[in-house]
């Protein structure tokens, strides 16, 4: 069922994110309804949000209402959840003081949504002791406190007190209104190609972009999970609330997984690990004229089946298989050797999934049964993956 998500707007700045925070969860299937104070309104117009949302943007406590509900009271009840961004140290102090003198007071004081606060304002307002007294406050009756990002403030300066990018207050969003099942469990996955260098210059790398990984790790991290991502080389942003890691070489990712491996309660190995690595050359390698050039590889640990050999009895081991021929036979030989609780295995010649694409087809093996997933997108599978090893639980 769609979530109904009230964006309280309140007067400052980065009023302007707040289009794009409307229009991502617009796109998402969110019912999003807009409610600005009158000081928003003088940054960027209702209309705006309106035509984004394609629902009414309410400013005023006393407009006739289009329906027979109560304004405040309709909107507070139908909430999911409410998000005021940006929130000024004014608006914040009303908050904290339990004062209701325009809509969107009233509403967050008649909701029983949870409210989640995202301060925007100059640091030195930030930092104002009064400001942070309320915001713990806050923090104490149960709200959620967004911290602001760092850099580059409007009023010139530098410093803590911007409105966290669009992508990453949906990412908030996304995250508290997601069950906490996982709760309590460590997950280390491993994402992205390694890179092998060839010499100062070059490396041997392959196609994987991540994706895939990083959708398990978000998806575990919304589920409650305490998260380690050891991620190779990838142009995607950490996940919200997860801890990353970031290697280079297959040697380097096996180092970081020993760090933390025996602590985890379940292991997920997405990355592509490069299975051999060139003998380390300290120069450049020069073109002699010769037709051809020879250079020695040696392999790399297998990362997933050490974990295999070395795994307690409680903990989960998955693993991914990425085949072009014979699926069935090469994931099951896998699995047994590499001593799995699961593995997900992929045809890599099947157009628009796998490597570097937003979809994947799989086919989950465990050793006592086997499954197709239908294709879809890559953070729907992940949620589809961790309730299939929720159950193995
Ligand atoms: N894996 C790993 N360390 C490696 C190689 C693979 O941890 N050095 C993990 C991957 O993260 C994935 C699974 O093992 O979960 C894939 O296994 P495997 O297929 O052996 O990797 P391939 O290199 O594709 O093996 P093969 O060449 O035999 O197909």
Redesign the pocket.
Known sequence: MEKNIVLGITGGIAVYKMVEVASRLTKENFEVYVIMTEAATKFVSPLTLQAITHNPVETDLFTPPQTYDVKHISLADRADLVLIAPATANFIGKMARGIADDLLSTIILATGAPVMVAPAMNKNMYNNPIVQDNLNYLKEKGFTIINPASGYLACGEQGQGRLPEPPVLVEHIEKQLTSDDFEGKKILI?AGPTREPLDPVRFISNYSSGKMGYALARAASFRGANVNLISGPTDLPPPLGVNIVRVET?LEMEKEVNKVASDCDIII?????A?FRPEARKNKIKKTGQESLQITLNS?????AKRGANKSEDQLLV?????SQQLED?ALK?MER?KLDMIIANKINVSGTGFNSDHNQVTIYTPNMKEQIPKMNKRALADVLLDKIYNLD
Request: glycine fraction near 10%; proline fraction near 5%; aromatic fraction near 4%.
């Open positions: 491993t297959g190995m997405v990355a592509a690990v299975d790399n640990p297998d990362i997933l693993g991914f298989a990425a085949e090469n896998k590499k």
